[in-house]
């Protein structure tokens, strides 16, 4: 799998906006970016999934420059129920596996 | 709900026993997947089955093993289980291959071995 490179942590605020950036230098042409969610003692939750440009859901955006080396979800007007592990992935064609990375742990203050 | 069941929720054993966690894909999902996450660890990928067969190996022990049936539910069999085998198993379905990671994971079993 594309190795993937995310910030261990972040904090902010209840009506912010946040942006976690993703690095994935290494990504191959048909690699799809997709974003889980993983609360405390649950199964991580699949919140986006894109290729190129731009993809909004009703939870989340995902952006993605031209050359794809990186991605950026973005949560708008976060709340507290936000606070949860993020995991960025990249996919492999040849592989079928999904491996997580240590993802970003997102800590939303009151 | 993501359509993925895991049975049990929770379960406790002893040291040395041998337990099997069910898994009951989305409809339609031909592949399943096992992970393992430890207390503040991590989701480690044990194995993969698609449409029976098994896809991809993780750092699966040789104590465990895994078989999915013919109506696509699988079963994680975990035996001399160990402390340091308590964790959270999860189990997930669905589309990934050819550069699609999309997977839907169940509720996930809480095995404490005692």
């Known amino acids: 799998l594309a190795k993937t490179t995310q910030p261990i942590s972040m904090d902010s605020y209840e009506g912010q906006e946040v942006n976690i950036t993703c690095s994935h230098n290494?990504?191959?042409?048909?690699?799809?970016i997709t974003w889980y969610q993983q609360f405390p003692s649950q199964g991580p939750r699949f919140i986006i999934q894109g290729y190129k440009t731009k993809v909004t859901n009703e939870v989340a955006s995902l952006f993605i420059p031209a050359d794809r080396k990186s991605s950026t979800l973005s949560l708008p007007r976060v709340s507290l129920s936000d606070t949860a592990v993020y995991y960025c992935?990249?996919?492999?064609?040849?592989?079928?596996?999904?491996?997580f990375g240590k993802g970003t742990r997102l800590h939303i203050l009151p | 709900d993501s359509g993925v069941t895991q049975t049990p929720k929770h379960l406790i054993t002893a040291t040395g026993q041998r337990v099997t966690l069910r898994c009951s894909p989305r409809s339609g999902d031909l592949s399943v997947y096992w992970y393992q996450q430890s207390l503040d660890q991590g989701l480690q990928f044990l194995i993969q089955?698609?449409?029976?067969?098994?896809?991809a190996k993780g750092n699966i022990l040789e104590r465990f093993s895994a078989q999915q049936f013919p109506d696509l539910h699988s079963e994680l069999n975990l035996s001399s289980l160990e402390l340091g085998d308590s964790a959270l198993y999860f189990c997930?379905?669905?589309?990934?291959?050819?550069?699609?990671?999309?997977?839907?994971f169940g509720q996930g079993t809480r095995l404490t071995v005692v």
């Open positions: 089955y698609y449409n029976g067969e098994e896809r």
């Open positions: 992935l990249v996919g492999e064609e040849r592989d079928d596996k999904i491996i």
């Open positions: 290494n990504i191959a042409t048909n690699d799809y």
């Open positions: 997930a379905s669905g589309r990934v291959g050819g550069g699609n990671t999309e997977a839907f």
